[in-house]
C-alpha cells in the first residue's frame, strides 16, 4: 500500500506521522453513507440547502489563521495567494447558496396540453430536473481549497442535491483533513448526517479507482492529468451501470500575438505575459503554454521583450517532487522533439526556472509530441510563416480550455478565421489579457474538447457547473399535488 505522508513543499522532509490510506471498507462505508444521506438531502429545500454552504463557507474563514500556514507548508503557494483562495472557495460556496435559494436547481419547463392528436397535440408536460445522488470528487493538486475539500465541485454537487465523497489530493493531505474535520462540526451542528459530506484518501490509485467503482457513486468528478483523467474515465464507463464522469483535463491553452497588438504595446504584453506564465510556478490548467507568432519585425521585437522579462521570473518551488520531474522531462521532450531554447532558466533549487522554446508551425503541425502540456513555468512558442497558418496551429491542438487571440481588432477574413478556429477548439476565448484567471460567474465556462475536458457541454466553474448534477425528468399529466412541489423532488 502506498504510504501517505504530508511533505514539507520548499525542504522536501516529512511533516508529521504518516497517513493512513483508506481502505476498500473505508470506501464503502463513505458511498454507503452518502447514499443513505442522499434520500433526505435530494428532496432538501433550497433554504436547506443554501444554509449548509454558507456554514460551510463561515467555518473556512473561521479556521482562516490554521487553515493557510498549513496549506502554504504542503504546496509553497504563499500566503497572498493562499488567503485569496480561501476567500475564492468561500465566494463560491455563498454563490451556489444563493443559486440554491433562487431555486435554480428546481427550475421547470411548463409545456401545457394541447388539445387534438399528434403532432400537433399532445398531453400536459412539465420537464424538471433532480439530483443524480452521490459524486466522487478528486481533489486537484494546484487548488488546495478551490479546487479541494470545498471546491467548486463539491459546492455545486451539494447545491444540487447531490451528496458528495472527497477523494482527497496525497500533496496536501494535513490540510485536506483539517478541512474534513471542520466540515464534519458544521454537518453536526445543523442536524445533517456525517454521510453527506464523506472522505476518502491514499497516495496510489487504489483509492480512487474503488471510489469510482463503487456502484452507489452515481457521477464522477475531477480536476487534473490527462492520464489520470483518462483512466478514470475508463473505469466510470466500464462498471455495469456506466456513469457521468466530468474531468477538467490537461490544456496548452493558445495564446495568439498578432503583429498589430504587439506593434502596438508589446513591451507592456511581453511583460503581463512574463508573469502569467510564471504565476503560480506555471502550475494552472490555464497558463499559456503555447504562443502563436507570426513572421515579422514586430514578432522578433516581442520575443526579444519577453525572453528578459521571463528571465526576471523566479518561481516558488513545485506543488511536488513528482511534478518537478514531470516538468523537467516535459520540457526536454520538446527539445527531442524538435524545439530549441531560447531561455533556460536555472531557478535556486527546489525550484525550476522558467522555460522558453520555439519551434516553426510547420513542424508543431506535424509532431504531436510538441502539443503535450508541460505543467510548471514554461512556454512554447509556435512561428507561423502568416496569418493563414495560425488556424492550422490551433487547429492541431485538438482542445483547450482557453484560446488568447491579441489584435484581432478589425473584422477582415483572416481574423474571422482565427476566431472562428478559437471557438472550434476551446470553451473560453479571450481578446485582452491572459487566461491565468478563470471568474466565478454566470457566464463561464471552463472546460473545452478532448483533451480539455471529458465532456465539453459542460463546465467546472461557474453557475453553469450545476447542471452536471441534475438529470432532467419529463412529468406527464402530473397529479396537482405533484406540480405544487414547484419542481422539488419528492
Not at 392528436?117 to 430536473?129: E, N, T
Not at 497516495?203 to 480512487?208: F, N, Q, S, T
Not at 521571463?310 to 527531442?336: E, N, S, Y
Not at 397529479?479 to 412541489?485: E, K, N, Q, T, Y
Request: proline letters at 8%; hydrophobic letters at 45%; charged letters at 15%.
Amino acid at each position: 500500500m502506498n504510504t501517505l505522508q504530508s511533505i514539507n513543499a520548499r525542504t522536501g522532509e516529512a511533516h508529521g506521522t504518516p497517513l493512513t490510506p483508506s481502505t476498500a471498507q473505508d470506501i464503502d462505508r463513505a458511498a454507503t453513507a452518502a447514499h443513505a444521506a442522499f434520500d433526505a438531502w435530494g428532496r432538501s429545500s433550497g433554504e436547506q440547502r443554501a444554509a449548509l454552504l454558507r456554514a460551510l463557507a463561515d467555518g473556512l474563514e473561521a479556521e482562516r489563521e490554521t487553515l493557510v500556514p498549513l496549506a502554504d507548508l504542503e504546496t509553497a503557494l504563499g500566503p497572498v495567494r493562499l488567503n485569496g483562495e480561501l476567500d475564492r472557495t468561500t465566494f463560491q460556496l455563498r454563490r451556489f447558496a444563493d443559486i440554491a435559494l433562487r431555486g435554480e436547481p428546481f427550475a421547470v419547463l411548463d409545456d401545457p396540453a394541447v388539445a387534438g392528436g399528434p403532432p400537433a397535440g399532445h398531453p400536459a408536460m412539465v420537464r424538471q430536473r433532480v439530483p443524480l445522488g452521490p459524486v466522487a470528487m478528486f481533489a486537484a493538486s494546484n487548488f488546495p481549497f478551490a479546487f479541494s475539500v470545498l471546491g467548486g465541485d463539491t459546492a455545486s454537487a451539494l447545491a444540487a442535491g447531490c451528496p458528495v465523497v472527497v477523494k482527497a489530493h496525497p500533496g496536501h493531505p494535513g490540510l485536506s483533513q483539517v478541512v474534513f474535520a471542520m466540515i464534519q462540526r458544521v454537518l453536526q451542528a445543523q442536524g445533517l448526517p456525517a454521510g453527506l459530506i464523506g472522505f476518502v484518501q491514499g497516495a496510489g490509485i487504489e483509492v480512487g479507482v474503488g471510489l469510482i467503482r463503487h456502484p452507489l457513486i452515481a457521477a464522477g468528478a475531477f480536476t487534473g492529468s490527462t492520464r489520470g483523467g483518462a483512466a478514470l474515465q475508463a473505469e466510470a464507463n466500464a462498471r455495469p451501470r456506466p456513469i457521468p464522469f466530468y474531468g477538467e483535463l490537461g490544456s496548452i491553452n493558445p495564446l495568439v500575438a498578432l503583429p498589430a497588438a504587439l506593434a502596438a504595446k508589446g513591451a507592456e504584453l511581453a511583460t503581463t505575459l512574463a508573469g502569467s506564465i510564471s504565476l503560480g510556478c506555471g502550475q494552472f490548467c490555464t497558463n499559456p503554454g503555447l504562443l502563436v507568432l507570426v513572421d515579422g519585425p514586430e514578432t522578433d521585437a516581442f520575443i526579444q521583450q519577453l525572453t528578459p522579462a521571463l528571465a526576471q521570473q523566479k518561481p516558488h518551488p513545485m506543488l511536488t517532487a513528482g511534478m518537478r520531474k514531470a516538468f523537467d522531462a516535459g520540457v526536454q521532450a520538446l527539445v527531442d522533439a524538435g524545439a530549441s531554447s531560447l531561455l533556460q532558466g536555472e531557478g535556486v533549487a527546489p525550484a525550476p526556472g522558467p522555460q522558453l522554446l520555439q519551434v516553426s508551425a510547420q513542424r508543431f503541425i506535424e509532431h504531436a509530441e510538441l502539443r503535450e502540456e508541460v505543467f510548471g513555468p514554461s512556454s512554447l512558442i509556435v512561428r507561423c510563416a502568416s496569418l493563414a497558418e495560425v488556424p492550422q496551429v490551433l487547429a492541431a491542438v485538438g482542445g483547450s480550455l482557453t484560446v488568447t487571440v491579441w489584435g484581432a481588432d478589425e473584422d477582415t477574413a483572416a481574423h474571422r478565421a482565427i476566431v472562428r478556429s478559437a471557438t472550434q477548439i476551446a470553451g473560453r476565448v479571450l481578446f485582452a489579457g491572459v487566461p491565468t484567471g478563470v471568474a466565478v460567474t454566470a457566464a463561464q465556462q471552463h472546460g473545452g474538447p478532448w483533451p480539455a475536458s471529458t465532456s465539453p457541454m459542460t463546465t467546472s466553474v461557474g453557475d453553469a457547473a450545476l447542471e452536471r448534477f441534475l438529470r432532467p425528468v419529463c412529468l406527464q399529466d402530473a397529479p396537482v399535488w405533484l406540480l405544487a412541489r414547484g419542481g422539488v423532488p419528492c
